[in-house]
């Protein structure tokens, strides 16, 4: 069957009119769970998930304990629970669909209260379900990183990870082509169950919650067809995609059509703040209806799709057809239009607007304060963490610069990141397996022009002198493999010169953090978060340097009440740097501070509204940078 027919695919018709038909019951039953979800379960969730017991007593745990800890009964035990509560929403708004369209077919009235008390009351076992289907999907998953793994090892183990992907050797394409083979083969393995097993949730609903019958059941009904229902369920999600795209982009253009004619016909920027927060609250409710879409006619599709070959499917009635449905639909928004509706409706549309506007307004922060930091010693094309790279840092004007620091083998702080030279000087030497003298013969590339002595290897206290009174110094402590003896080393050198005020310190290691807070409770101490499970703000530190996902308005908020900075590595986009900087972080890393400065200056000079409007653009569009 060829790609344009699957729109005309009869289960596929069969299940849109459906929908169309049945919305009211199923947009009912979605703010239910909503609802449901939002005020009792996903906090108890985060209670239980939050608890110190699978954390081992610690509030965070994070980039190199993770994999140890994933590995562990308490890891384990956490990704499962947490995987099983982030579905079940998914499987309870199945289950209340899924029944209103059975009970739609045997000829019965659709109770919202008898769908509540009969799916709620067997949440338990659909608990249950939910984490039978993580553990499955958690073992698929380990042939597919051992795998992965084994390639990594006798492609990519004998120097850094970062130069393979900054040189790509021959052994980096091998490597990338051999994991991309094992990919799609086990890509081929997981939709290939997925298309026999899709019909494992309806036939668990009608089998009385015997999960062996329930997977025996799907696996029979699904048979030769598992391939157009799969076919089918990816048409949906593309289809609605595509639409949530279309109309954010409508939104876009009418958004700035109009703000810009409100600017030019009123003084007052009362009018502008109010069209702005109504088009806040519309993408938002688009957002909310595409999805409702998609949802109900995937759900619905599933359901019709497993009653397919039964007699409960060939006595339904034909449903309706798009246009009668269309004028169906018509008359009932008709009267809405009518002034003693529409009125009213229109007050209360422009309360929650200027409501939404004036509260985005105050939370809309000031940018002058922001910290900017030049990345890694400081931008191109100066070599990373060279002295040369600390002088263009500071002729960029950056507040701070960023170094990352190791321990050679005879005790020398050198500023060195990767755990080798061989990306940055072609030499396989490994740092903490060197003496400095041994390093200090290296000429680090790329050579940006400046004095050959410039680009090689220095330490830390060469990096603080030339930086004493002319740029502040963001010191990470590299391990590869923690020691105590490099914060100790660190802190030191530090004193030695005076330059306490001028350093923060930071580290991926919770150990080193931790170290450093009792060694040196007089300096500022941050942690940086590459990828972590638990609550960062909880950490008993003073800034948080962390990957741009992390960044959201509940960590911001949370970050703020335990009196937290937050710093974000690495941002090189002009874009991004203006979403975070209105979203209120108090710092960038970048490769590129003369842009961020720019950038800051440009906000900075900005009027709140002019934020505002700008925050509007952002919100719209972020999901598609």
Not at 22 to 28: E, I, Q, S
Not at 112 to 122: C, D, P, S, Y
Not at 495 to 505: I, K, Y
């Amino acid at each position: 069957m060829r790609f344009p027919a699957f729109f005309k695919d009869p289960t596929l018709v069969t299940a849109r009119g459906r929908m169309l038909r049945l919305w009211k019951p199923m947009a009912a039953w979605t703010v239910c769970v909503w609802a449901a979800f939002l005020t009792v379960l996903s906090p108890l969730g985060s209670r239980i998930l939050g608890m110190e017991f699978f954390r081992g007593g610690d509030p965070v745990v994070g980039n190199a304990d993770l994999l140890e800890w994933v590995l562990s009964a308490r890891g384990a035990l956490h990704i499962i629970l947490a995987a099983s509560l982030a579905i079940l929403g998914v499987v309870v708004r199945f289950a209340g669909i899924f029944l209103i369209v059975t009970w739609d077919l045997e000829g019965r009235r659709h109770s919202l209260l008898h769908i509540m008390r009969l799916v709620f009351r067997t949440l338990p076992r659909l608990f249950v379900l939910c984490m039978v289907a993580v553990v499955v999907v958690l073992l698929w998953m380990l042939p597919l990183a051992g795998g992965l793994a084994l390639i990594y090892r006798f492609f990519l183990g004998e120097y850094d990870i970062n130069y393979y992907l900054t040189v790509q050797p021959p052994e980096w394409l091998h490597a990338r082509i051999l994991a991309g083979l094992w990919v799609l083969l086990w890509l081929a393995g997981a939709l290939f169950l997925l298309g026999r097993l899709l019909l494992m949730l309806p036939a668990y609903l009608t089998c009385d919650y015997r999960l062996w019958e329930a997977v025996k059941r799907a696996w029979h009904l699904a048979g030769s067809r598992w391939k157009r229902l799969l076919k089918l369920m990816a048409l949906v999600v593309s289809v609605g995609t595509l639409l949530h795209l279309a109309l954010d982009f409508l939104l876009l253009v009418l958004a700035r059509v109009l703000l810009i004619r409100i600017d030019l016909h009123f003084e007052s920027v009362r009018p502008l703040v109010m069209a702005s927060g109504s088009f806040v609250i519309l993408s938002f409710l688009l957002s909310l209806g595409v999805g409702f879409l998609i949802f109900s006619i995937g759900a619905t599709l599933l359901t019709g799709f497993y009653y397919e070959e039964t007699l409960l499917h060939q006595e339904a009635k034909p449903e309706a057809s798009l246009h009668e449905i269309g004028i169906h639909l018509g008359r009932k928004f008709v009267p809405w239009l009518r002034p003693k509706r529409f009125v009213p409706l229109l007050l209360v549309w422009t309360l929650l607007s200027g409501f939404a506007s004036l509260h985005g307004l105050r939370r809309i922060p000031e940018v002058g304060a922001v910290m900017i930091s030049a990345h890694r010693g400081g931008p191109p094309p100066a070599p990373e963490n060279t002295l040369s790279a600390l002088e263009a840092a500071i002729a960029a004007e950056a507040d701070y610069t960023e170094i990352d620091v190791q321990l050679t083998r005879d005790g020398q702080v050198v500023v060195v990141h990767d755990e080798d030279l061989m990306r940055m000087a072609g030499s396989p030497l490994v740092v903490t397996r060197s003496t400095f003298a041994e390093l200090r013969e290296l000429v680090q590339v790329p050579d940006d022009g400046s004095d050959p002595e410039m680009r090689r290897v220095a330490t830390l206290g060469e990096f603080l002198e030339r930086a004493d009174g002319r740029i502040r110094l963001m010191v990470e402590l590299k391990y590869y493999g923690f020691s105590p003896d490099l914060g100790e080393a660190v802190v030191k050198i530090i004193r030695e010169r005076g330059m306490a005020g001028q350093v923060v310190l930071m580290s991926l290691d919770l150990p080193a953090v931790h170290q450093l807070r009792e060694i040196a409770p007089d300096m500022e101490v941050g942690f940086v978060s590459g990828i972590s499970v638990g609550n960062l703000s909880r950490l008993p530190v003073d800034f948080l340097a962390v990957s741009r996902p992390a960044v959201n308005p509940r960590f911001l908020r949370a970050a703020r009440r335990n009196d937290l900075k937050v710093y974000v590595w690495t941002i090189n986009r002009k874009s991004r740097m203006v979403d975070l900087l209105l979203q209120g972080v108090d710092g960038l890393i970048t490769d590129d501070p003369v842009l961020a400065h720019r950038v800051r200056e440009e906000l900075g000079g900005m009027t709140a509204v002019e934020r505002l409007l700008l925050r509007f653009v952002t919100l719209v569009t972020e999901d598609h940078k």
